[in-house]
């Protein structure tokens, strides 16, 4: 398995902006967990344990509880410090989920899981927690998101030093997280994406806002050498040729990707085998049935 991110650089660095606590930072976070609970509200059923795996400030399992689907909830951080006011509580990294086979009914990891070095390997963990008919539910951001701050950082640095390193981590592609579901084996899977466009004053004020998320450049192959003031007031002044609105203020783009997934149960929808539907597609449209020209 190759290793992409950091994780313990991850996990200073969201400490870290716990403890800095800027509440309007949290603003992707609160979408998010908005979002995920309005999902779980539609669906038809309660679900006795729940689990918010790193959610990092608790939103999601407050709006998850706040639908009156979920009779408790338990919480899986990376450090005591995010545990806050939580009754059942329990420390793992990113990469592991400490819960035993098919104990849960309903885990919600919200803007967490792009950031697994094996996430496949995490999605078979959840299946692997979740008790038969249990549901996933996950919001993370994919493809699309930052790219902005990705190709403006990319052209400052090849500008300034005639080269270019990752500065933005990867963000995968809708497609590949519904067939993550489908190799891990949930069942019905579902995967859609929402794109939100959030304007600041300046890069700066952006930067000031990923940095309070704790999600700057935490790859493992990242650049050690620090960038200078003039790299960064050139990235700003490229960022407002290229993605500036006419008041002025630049445009950042967050593309979220929802996910839905269920533990295999009997009691689930099936597709038909071929061959075996009862009723002909031509009296279905009401047409006669006849042979293609040519056909024997």
Same mark, same amino acid.
């Given at each position: 398995?190759?290793?992409?991110?950091?994780?313990? *650089?991850? %996990?200073?660095?969201?400490?870290? @902006? $716990? !403890?800095?606590?800027?509440?309007?930072?949290? &603003?992707?976070? /609160?979408?998010?967990?908005?979002?995920?609970?309005?999902?779980?509200?539609?669906?038809?059923?309660?679900?006795?344990?729940?689990?918010?795996?790193?959610?990092?400030?608790?939103?999601?399992?407050?709006? *998850?509880? %706040?639908?009156?689907?979920?009779? @408790? $909830? !338990?919480?899986?951080?990376?450090?005591?410090? &995010?545990?806050? /006011?939580?009754?059942?509580?329990?420390?793992?990294?990113?990469?592991?989920?400490?819960?035993?086979?098919?104990?849960?009914?309903?885990?919600?990891?919200?803007?967490?899981?792009?950031?697994?070095?094996?996430?496949?390997?995490?999605?078979?963990?959840?299946?692997?927690?979740?008790?038969?008919?249990?549901?996933?539910?996950?919001?993370?951001?994919?493809?699309?998101?930052?790219?902005?701050?990705?190709?403006?950082?990319?052209?400052?640095?090849?500008?300034?030093?005639?080269?270019?390193?990752?500065?933005?981590?990867?963000?995968?592609?809708?497609?590949?997280?519904?067939?993550?579901?489908?190799?891990?084996?949930?069942?019905?899977?579902?995967?859609?994406?929402?794109?939100?466009?959030?304007?600041?004053?300046?890069?700066?004020?952006?930067?000031?806002?990923?940095?309070?998320?704790?999600?700057?450049?935490?790859?493992?192959?990242?650049?050690?050498?620090?960038?200078?003031?003039?790299?960064?007031?050139?990235?700003?002044?490229?960022?407002?040729?290229?993605?500036?609105?006419?008041?002025?203020?630049?445009?950042?783009?967050?593309?979220?990707?929802?996910?839905?997934?269920?533990?295999?149960?009997?009691?689930?929808?099936?597709?038909?085998?071929?061959?075996?539907?009862?009723?002909?597609?031509?009296?279905?449209?009401?047409?006669?049935?006849?042979?293609?020209?040519?056909?024997?």
């Amino acid at each position: 398995m190759d290793t992409v991110f950091d994780q313990d *650089l991850i %996990a200073v660095r969201r400490k870290r @902006a $716990l !403890k800095n606590a800027d509440d309007k930072a949290g &603003f992707l976070l /609160d979408i998010a967990a908005r979002e995920l609970a309005e999902r779980l509200d539609v669906v038809e059923r309660t679900f006795e344990t729940a689990v918010e795996l790193h959610g990092y400030t608790g939103a999601a399992g407050r709006e *998850l509880l %706040a639908t009156g689907k979920v009779a @408790a $909830l !338990k919480r899986v951080e990376t450090d005591p410090a &995010f545990a806050g /006011d939580a009754t059942d509580f329990s420390v793992s990294s990113l990469e592991h989920v400490p819960l035993e086979p098919e104990s849960v009914n309903l885990v919600v990891s919200p803007l967490s899981l792009h950031l697994t070095n094996d996430t496949p390997g995490v999605f078979i963990q959840i299946r692997r927690a979740l008790k038969p008919d249990g549901l996933f539910l996950a919001a993370i951001p994919g493809s699309g998101t930052l790219q902005e701050l990705r190709e403006v950082l990319l052209a400052a640095e090849a500008e300034m030093t005639g080269g270019a390193s990752p500065r933005v981590i990867p963000f995968a592609d809708v497609r590949d997280m519904g067939g993550l579901l489908q190799r891990a084996g949930f069942t019905l899977p579902v995967a859609d994406t929402e794109s939100y466009t959030v304007r600041y004053s300046s890069l700066f004020s952006l930067l000031k806002d990923l940095r309070a998320m704790g999600m700057t450049n935490p790859l493992a192959a990242r650049s050690r050498k620090p960038l200078s003031k003039a790299f960064f007031l050139r990235a700003a002044e490229i960022y407002a040729e290229r993605f500036s609105d006419p008041d002025g203020r630049i445009r950042a783009t967050f593309s979220i990707i929802y996910i839905s997934g269920w533990a295999p149960h009997e009691s689930q929808q099936k597709p038909l085998r071929p061959g075996s539907a009862r009723t002909r597609l031509a009296d279905a449209l009401g047409v006669r049935e006849g042979k293609l020209k040519g056909e024997p």
